[in-house]
Nanobody
Framework: QVQLVESGGGSVQAGDSLRLSCAAS????????MGWFRQTPGKEREFVAA???????RYTDSVKDRFTISRDTAKNTGYLQMNSLKPEDTATYYC?????????????????WGQGTQVTVSS
């Protein structure tokens, strides 16, 4: 089992950057597929990016070339680097993990979730 804690959210202007962190404890994080999702009030949780155990990555189209998912195995921490932020990126961002192999875009495929961190982008 793994526990996940996100950090790094905040309020920024359009065009700015943020780096979200996902600190994992309880088990070596590199054995998990890691995913990032986001959610706004009244909407379903949306897939953002994922990285599997072999560092294969996948992104939703709206963040390609702007967001980068990565993992520091020494720190047991995952990251989501977000550049060129847009107001439509405003959401609560969640880190998720699963021992399943693959880079699923479905939130039901992930077994462990952090508490979320708020990102607000103003124009």
């Amino acid at each position: 089992q793994v526990q996940l804690v996100e950090s790094g959210g905040g309020s920024v202007q359009a065009g700015d950057s943020l780096r979200l962190s996902c600190a994992a404890s309880g088990r070596t994080f590199s054995t998990y597929t890691m995913g990032w999702f986001r959610q706004t009030p009244g909407k379903e949780r949306e897939f953002v990016a994922a990285m599997n155990q072999n560092s294969y990555t996948r992104y939703t189209d709206s963040v390609k070339d702007r967001f980068t998912i990565s993992r520091d195995t020494a720190k047991n921490t995952g990251y989501l680097q977000m550049n060129s932020l847009k107001p439509e990126d405003t959401a609560t961002y969640y880190c998720a993990a699963t021992l399943r192999y693959g880079v699923s875009t479905q939130d039901k495929a992930y077994d462990y979730w952090g508490q979320g961190t708020q990102v607000t982008v103003s124009s």
